[in-house]
Each structure stands twice: as C-alpha cells, then as structure tokens.
Antibody
Framework: EVQLVESGGGLVQPGGSLRLSCAAS????????MNWVRQAPGKGPEWVSY????????YYADSVKGRFTISRDNAKKSLYLQMNSLRVEDTAVYYC?????????WGQGTLVTVSS | QSVLTQPPSVSGAPGQRVTISCTGS?????????VHWYQQLPGTAPKLLIY???NRPSGVPDRFSGSKSGTSASLAITGLQAEDEADYYC???????????FGGGTKLTVL
C-alpha cells in the first residue's frame, strides 16, 4: 500500500525540541520532493518546509526558519523534521506530504503540543 | 490573514452547483503559478482534489472542476451530494514569500 506514516509528536515545553519522522512505503521514495505541512487547531494548513529528492535543496517558511531542519534518508525511505526552540504557536498536527503537481499523498499526521 | 483569499463558507442543496473562489495576487496566481485544490473531511488529512489548475487525480469524480484566470482560481462542484460537505483549500506558490501558500479555507455545507 502506498502510504506515509508520521511519528514523533507529543507534548513539549516552550523552548524544547522534538524530532518528527515520516516513513514512506509502497512507492519509490527517492525521486519525490517532500514537504512538511502543519495545521493548528481550527485553522487551515500551513506549509512548513520542503526538501528535494536528493536532499540537496531545502526551503522553510519564515515562521520556522532557523529553528526547524528538514532532512531525509532515501535508503530508509524516511523524512525527518528536527524542531528546536519550540513555541506555543507551533502547536499543530504535522503532516508529511509528497509533492507531485500538488501534494498528492499525505500522512495521517502527528500532533505536536507546545505548552508549559 | 491568508495570502490566498477564499470565502469562509458556501452552501447549496443536493443536486445544485456551487463555486469556491480563490483570489491571489501578482506574486502567486497572477505570475502563472499553478493552483491546486484540496478537500478535507473532519479529522482527516487534506486530499488532493484538483492539480495544476484544472486536472483531476484518478478517482476524483468529474463533478469537481477547476479553473484559473488572472489572479484568481475557482473550484466548481456540480450535482452536490451530502458527502461533499467538507473544508476546501486552494494552494499555490508565492514568489514574494519564496514558499507555498494555502488559502484560508471554505466550509461547504450541503443543506
């Protein structure tokens, strides 16, 4: 089955760190550009970060630049998001999404809650 | 305040036709970046509904169609069904922000 499965979410205090993972299965992972998208409670989706198929190009939303780092391991068919200096406003469901003329495959999401 | 502007809500009776607009600017839709549309049912991840302005992924009914003109795009849904009740989001790329942007979303209610 073609799917993406996120993990690593949880409750963290402001200023803390968390690493999200996204495991791909059912398709050849390496050619695809990948993204992280988040959705705060009751809000619309917000693009967070992009990585090229080889991992050589990465881009970030201004809201997370300098705090979050996207990476991938094509051998393990996995995507990662290292989140540092977390803020209350980073609270959201985080999705990994495959880019293919639009985001054609999404994971089920993992909830990140930043609260003291 | 989203870079792409959508009406917060639209509604229609079963069988009717509704349209959802997505208004951008000269740094996104107006610069000819493609527009994509997503449907999100409660408690689930967004699902790609229309890609590259007018194209439907395999499995999406032809009741859904997309169009684009100038700095705006539209999603049309004909023959409304109860199962179409969901949130709908447009998406494009913005050159000023150097990133991808989503609209604020439109909640479709089937009366």
């Amino acid at each position: 089955e073609v799917q993406l499965v996120e993990s690593g979410g949880g409750l963290v205090q402001p200023g803390g760190s968390l690493r999200l993972s996204c495991a791909a299965s059912g398709f050849t992972f390496s050619p695809y550009e990948m993204n992280w998208v988040r959705q705060a409670p009751g809000k619309g989706p917000e693009w967070v970060s992009y990585i090229s198929g080889s991992g050589s190009a990465t881009y970030y939303a201004d809201s997370v630049k300098g705090r979050f780092t996207i990476s991938r391991d094509n051998a393990k068919k996995s995507l990662y998001l290292q989140m540092n200096s977390l803020r209350v406003e980073d609270t959201a469901v985080y999705y990994c999404a495959r880019k293919n003329s639009g985001y054609d495959l999404w994971g089920q999401g993992t909830l990140v809650t930043v609260s003291s | 305040q989203s870079v792409l502007t959508q009406p917060p809500s639209v509604s229609g009776a079963p069988g009717q036709r509704v349209t959802i607009s997505c208004t951008g600017s000269s740094s996104n839709i107006g610069v000819n970046y493609d527009v994509h549309w997503y449907q999100q049912l409660p408690g689930t991840a967004p699902k790609l509904l229309i890609y590259d302005n007018t194209n439907r992924p395999s499995g999406v009914p032809d009741r859904f169609s997309g169009s684009k003109s100038g700095t705006s795009a539209s999603l049309a849904i004909t023959g409304l069904q109860a199962e179409d009740e969901a949130d709908y989001y447009c998406q494009s790329y913005d050159s000023s922000l150097s990133g991808w942007v989503f609209g604020g979303g439109t909640k479709l209610t089937v009366l």
